[in-house]
T-cell receptor, first 117, second 112 residues
Framework: DTGVSQDPRHKITKRGQNVTFRCDPISEHNRLYWYRQTLGQGPEFLTYFQNEAQLEKSRLLSDRFSAERPKGSFSTLEIQRTEQGDSAMYLC???????????????FGPGTRLTVL | SQQGEEDPQALSIQEGENATMNCSYK?????LQWYRQNSGRGLVHLILIRSNEREKHSGRLRVTLDTSKKSSSLLITASRAADTASYFCATALSYNTDKLIFGTGTRLQVFP
């Protein structure tokens, strides 16, 4: 199966540590998205890329968060100086909008569950 | 903040019954999508309906969209225990942005 993959699936860290997550999108998809989901809530948009360009960032993405997609394929999301409030599921999705279609189906990975102690 | 609100927050039914979930949103949209999420896992795309469409079907799923009321509904017919999950609606707001704004979700429990 060549769906969206995320690594690691679970991460436990101590407050103040840095963490990095990786997302590998579906191979032909040029758009890649990051969302965050806390318990009992729907996912919240963080940022998205078209190829290697980061096109939009949410205000939720504080200066402790940085996302990259250097070669337009996989992406990394880094959180510096983690706080307990960063504990959440971090979801990655990808899409390949068809010509003339601005938005299309986003396919999600299994997520990385972060616990900050 | 969440764009959509879903109703009900939780729904319990018996196998074979139909389940209806509603989603309301606040601003104009380009399309609306429904996703399913099993406990603690990623989201699975179910169906996408564009703003110029009123109804779509996919297997046991039927989605309606009423842009004048800014609402959508998801009907699952002949439910099965395997349909037990959380269901989210998500809106893509306009032509120029690609982010999805998710609702709060409906937790569906289907009893055998």
């Amino acid at each position: 199966d060549t769906g969206v993959s995320q690594d690691p699936r679970h991460k436990i860290t101590k407050r103040g540590q840095n963490v990095t997550f990786r997302c590998d999108p579906i191979s032909e998809h040029n758009r890649l998205y990051w969302y965050r989901q806390t318990l009992g809530q729907g996912p919240e948009f963080l940022t998205y890329f078209q190829n290697e360009a980061q096109l939009e960032k949410s205000r939720l993405l504080s200066d402790r968060f940085s996302a990259e997609r250097p070669k337009g394929s996989f992406s990394t999301l880094e959180i510096q100086r983690t706080e307990q409030g960063d504990s959440a599921m971090y979801l990655c999705a990808s899409s390949f909008p068809r010509a003339g279609v601005s938005t299309d189906t986003q396919y999600f990975g299994p997520g990385t569950r972060l616990t900050v102690l | 903040s969440q764009q959509g609100e879903e109703d009900p927050q939780a729904l319990s039914i018996q196998e074979g019954e139909n389940a209806t979930m509603n989603c309301s949103y606040k601003t104009s949209i380009n399309n609306l999508q429904w996703y399913r999420q099993n406990s603690g896992r990623g989201l699975v795309h179910l169906i996408l309906i564009r703003s110029n469409e009123r109804e779509k079907h996919s297997g046991r799923l039927r989605v309606t969209l009423d842009t004048s009321k800014k609402s959508s509904s998801l009907l699952i017919t002949a439910s099965r225990a395997a349909d037990t999950a959380s269901y989210f609606c998500a809106t893509a707001l306009s032509y120029n942005t690609d982010k999805l704004i998710f609702g709060t979700g409906t937790r569906l429990q289907v009893f055998p």
